[in-house]
């Protein structure tokens, strides 16, 4: 089942289920005919390499087959390789087939074991991705939002507003000198367009603030000087992000690689925060960094919050039960595992990429905070 949406914390729970035969395929893909083409490529060699595995471990004949038709039935989906996004996420099991389509951009991998590899998948569910976007010129303006599983689109404006700076001043054109008033040269058209830049600003407070009214989500702003100040120093919501340059112009895609490249520099700023917070608890016995002990706490329901960064490689056996961990170059990927355990149990999971989180006690793979310490 393709799903274009990012999996819920129950979905994950339910693909954190053991699932022999599991194949986890990670994909970079691009919404263009070579994208396409380079996406399949890909898929089809992560394919090729689980079945080799699988032949390698011994695995019956059947099964090297049952894996092959789900892939046959996969690359025969048009309606998949015609709508991709940044990755594509491949997951493969006796009785389960099941696609995502993400905005999030992650590295090619490929997993064959009794899990699925859902560590950069938790990535997407559990790090804010969303963001709101104004672009501004004299011509005109725009909100858009984006989100974990959607590309930036135009968002709907409830109100009626001034479209443009001459709108805006009540005037034919920023440079007209007929209607309410007769400003002239270079001051004149600064006093318009901070005019201008107030109404946007008004309409933008109360667009954003029936959506978002903790203001929670980050702001980006995309306009030339003066109107990027100027709409500043009128009061946005939230935190902003100012992109200078031509807004006129710019299209869907490149609003959105804009903000995605930008909205990680936020998150780890969050992420680093929360982690100084975790390490604060770290001599009370409320905080752990080795893995070992997390997988105990984790299978207690001692986690609070866990971070781990999802290039981590740690592969073994967990017993759920007692959370004693094995490891083995053979085995399922712990750290993903462990992850489900703590969402199972109420936690929280923040999953960063390397060098987003900046704090003395992050060792650059795992931190978490516990409800209580371990006996």
């Known amino acids: 089942m393709v799903n274009y949406e990012i999996p819920s914390v129950e979905d994950l729970i339910r693909l954190g289920e053991r699932h022999p035969g599991a194949v986890t395929i990670y994909v970079s893909t691009a919404p263009t005919p070579r994208g396409r083409e380079l996406a399949f ?17 011994g695995a019956a004949q059947a099964e090297q087959d049952a894996l092959r038709a789900q892939w046959t039935q996969l690359a025969e989906d048009s309606g998949l390789w015609a709508n991709l996004s940044n990755s594509l996420v491949i997951l493969l099991a006796p009785g389960v087939s099941e696609e995502y389509v993400l905005p999030n951009q992650f590295e090619p991998r490929t997993r064959l074991g009794d899990y699925f590899d859902l560590a950069p998948l938790v990535r997407a569910v559990t790090t804010p991705q969303r963001a709101f976007a104004l672009t501004l010129s004299s011509n005109g303006w725009n909100l858009w939002t984006a989100s974990e599983g959607a590309r930036a689109s135009e968002l709907p404006l409830v109100g009626e507003h001034a479209e443009d700076a001459a709108d805006a001043t009540n005037r034919t054109s920023i440079r007209g ?30 667009e954003l603030g029936r959506i978002d009214p903790q203001a929670s989500v980050p702001l980006f ?30 299209r869907p895609d490149q609003i959105d690689q804009s903000i995605r490249e930008r909205i990680g520099a936020l998150t780890a700023a969050e992420v680093s925060a929360v982690a100084e917070r975790i390490g604060n608890g770290f001599a009370a016995g409320l905080a752990v960094t080795d893995l070992a002990q997390l997988a105990r706490a984790a299978a207690a329901g001692a986690v609070d919050t866990l971070i781990y960064d999802i290039t981590t490689d740690a592969r073994g056996t967990l017993d759920d039960a007692t959370g004693a961990i094995q490891l083995a170059d053979d085995g399922t990927e712990l750290v993903s595992r462990i992850a489900v355990h703590v969402l199972r149990d109420g936690g929280k999971v923040i999953a960063v990429r390397p060098g987003e989180v900046e704090a003395g006690i992050w060792n650059g793979r795992l931190l978490a905070a516990l409800r209580h310490s371990l006996a």
Do not use: C
Request: hydrophobic share 45%; proline share 4%; no cysteine.
């Open 41 to 57: 490529t890909g898929a089809k060699s992560a394919i090729d390499q689980a079945v080799r595995s699988l032949r390698d471990a």
């Open 177 to 206: 000198r007929q209607l309410l008033r007769r400003l002239g040269g270079d001051e004149g058209q600064k006093v318009l367009l901070d005019r201008y830049a107030q109404v946007v600003a008004d309409a933008v407070r109360d």
């Open 221 to 250: 702003v995309f306009a030339n000087e003066p109107l990027l100040s100027m709409v500043q120093g009128h009061g946005l919501p939230g935190t902003v992000v100012a992109i200078p340059g031509a807004a006129d112009e710019l």
